[in-house]
């Protein structure tokens, strides 16, 4: 069975770092790209960027380029997603998912609450 | 980036069919066969219902269809039930190597 399980919730204030996590199983991390996605509460779905486990090459939504980092680790099958510097703006729910071929994403982590709070 | 757009909120009695759309331009919906939709139930994750504008995953109820014409795709839900009230939003692949989400909609089965 092919899962994606995302480390659990974090509270961080303002100007922290973070790094948080896609852990893949039940297929060749390598063979497909992840790819995260933001939703801010109340609201829908962001798309935020993606990696090629294979190389490492990424591809950012401009609306996040320069905001966060996605790396991968091929000897542990898991995908991050860092901030160097959180922001209030930065709360949301965000979510990894495989995706297959040029723009399916199947299946979903569980999703990954961030609450950045003074 | 500009997100695809989706009506608010669309809503039916059970049994009927509903149509949501999801318009975009010829850089994403129209240039590429490349639409996927997904159903969110509350606090859950999505979920996979639709790719390739209208192939359905194994699983997943033939009641849901999808469709493309011009810059806009649609997913249609025939027999609406009660279970099918959720958040849905579409996806298209964009060019530069991107993907961008539609705006999302409400369906409530009344």
């Known amino acids: 069975e092919v899962q994606l399980v995302q480390s659990g919730a974090e509270v961080k204030t303002p100007g922290e770092s973070l790094r948080i996590s896609c852990k893949v199983s039940?297929?060749?991390?390598?063979?497909?790209?992840i790819t995260w996605v933001r939703q801010m509460p109340g609201k829908g779905l962001e798309w935020m960027g993606r990696?090629?486990?294979?190389?490492?090459?990424?591809s950012y939504s401009p609306s996040f380029q320069g905001h966060v980092t996605i790396s991968a680790d091929k000897s542990s099958n898991t995908a991050y997603l860092q901030w160097s510097t959180l922001k209030a703006s930065d709360t949301a729910i965000y979510y990894c998912?495989?995706?297959?071929?040029?723009?399916?994403?199947?299946?979903w982590g569980q999703g990954t609450l961030v609450t950045v709070s003074s | 980036q500009s997100a695809l757009t989706q009506p608010a909120s669309v809503s039916g009695s059970p049994g009927q069919s509903i149509t949501i759309s999801c318009t975009g331009t010829?850089?994403?919906?129209?240039?590429?066969?490349?639409v996927s939709w997904y159903q969110q139930h509350p606090g859950k994750a999505p979920k996979l219902m639709i790719y390739?504008?209208?192939n359905r995953p194994s699983g997943v109820s033939n009641r849901f269809s999808g469709s493309k014409s011009g810059n806009t795709a649609s997913l249609t839900i025939s027999g609406l039930q009660a279970e099918d009230e959720a958040d849905y939003y579409c996806?298209?692949?964009?060019?530069?190597?991107?993907?961008?989400f539609g705006t999302g909609t409400k369906v409530t089965v009344l």
């Open positions: 996806s298209s692949y964009r060019s530069s190597s991107n993907n961008v």
């Open positions: 390739d504008v209208s």
């Open positions: 010829s850089s994403d919906v129209g240039g590429y066969y490349y």
């Open positions: 039940g297929y060749n991390f390598t063979s497909s790209w």
């Open positions: 998912a495989r995706l297959k071929g040029p723009n399916w994403f199947d299946p």
């Open positions: 990696i090629d486990p294979s190389d490492s090459y990424t």
